[in-house]
């Protein structure tokens, strides 16, 4: 793992900067008074009555009736649903000032679990067809159900919509410009394969800013990192910002998978701390990096436009 240990020694004194200096960081983040932020559940069938798989509620979380806040949509792991385990991370960017949208998505099964050995062999482009599926609905690949009206931009835009019909004081019509989601004003951000489909959609889309929790792994051969992460960006390389358990069974891929994206390596955080969670979703979930989820909120503020 040449690369993620050269890249832990560069931010060697960082990381030991931050595990001293921890405890006093959370203490003084679980002092800030939040008031109590108003709360929506909404199945995706609500906002659109096609929907019918993967119908746990979306989470909506924002404070008061305030206008002119950055959005944060987050895309859970594989298995996940919008609310399990981010809570903390949720609060963290509730505080930075932003409001939060956990969105529901089918995300089952994993690019992974299907774009590999005759899979792999056969289309080199498996990720990209996949991922085109799920995120945009195109009819790419047969070998995932997904149908246009599961597709996770979908399922964004009619929340959306369903939110300025039914929340007025949520000023939502803010994020929504020609019936689509004002891309400028959001951050994107999740865990593993919620990671890849934010940076898949960054990709097509300039967005506010992406960040992205060991965000996969694709393919495009046997030890050959996927292709379009070495693509066209839309969103400028300076608003990524990537991180990665140095204890992950696939550190190094997606390390590589970072340099690909041309994640600036200042961006690219080396996570190392004791945590009673898996290194695989630590990063996201565990309190002990709250220092680390508001460097990373806070710079992407300035994206907002």
Not at 231 to 249: I, Q, V
């Amino acid at each position: 793992m040449k690369h993620v240990e050269s890249v832990i020694r560069g931010v060697g004194f960082e990381g030991r900067l931050a595990t001293i200096l921890v405890v006093i960081s959370i203490a003084i983040c679980t002092t800030v008074a939040i008031a109590s932020p108003i709360k929506l559940k909404i199945s995706p069938s609500e906002t659109d009555p096609a929907i019918t798989k993967a119908d746990d509620s979306h989470i909506i979380l924002r404070e008061g009736n305030s206008s002119g806040q950055p959005l944060l949509i987050w895309l859970t792991g594989t298995g996940g649903t919008p609310g399990e385990g981010a809570g903390p991370f949720f609060k963290t960017a509730l505080a930075s000032g932003y409001r939060v949208i956990g969105l529901s998505y089918i995300d089952t099964p994993a690019v992974a679990q299907i774009c590999q050995g005759g899979n792999l062999k056969s289309d080199s482009e498996c990720a990209v067809h996949f991922r085109q599926k799920r995120v945009f609905g195109d009819d790419a690949t047969p070998l995932i159900h997904d149908k246009p009206q599961d597709a996770i931009v979908h399922r964004l835009t009619a929340l959306l919509a369903y939110l300025v019909a039914n929340d007025p004081e949520g000023h939502w019509d803010e994020y929504i410009v020609d019936g689509q989601p004002a891309w400028r004003k959001i951050v994107l951000a999740g865990q593993s394969q919620g990671g890849g489909m934010a940076a898949f959609i960054a990709k097509k889309y300039e967005v506010a800013g992406v960040i992205d929790f060991s965000g996969g792994w694709d393919y495009s051969a046997p030890n050959k990192i996927a292709t379009w992460y070495s693509g066209p960006s839309a969103t400028p390389t300076e608003r990524w910002f990537g991180t990665l358990n140095a204890r992950e069974g696939t550190a190094q891929v997606i390390a590589d998978s970072y340099d690909a994206l041309d994640i600036p390596r200042e961006h690219q955080l080396i996570l190392d701390r004791p945590s009673s969670m898996t290194a695989h979703t630590a990063g996201c979930c565990d309190p002990v990096y709250r220092d680390i989820w508001e460097r990373m909120l806070r710079a992407r503020l300035q994206g907002i436009k």
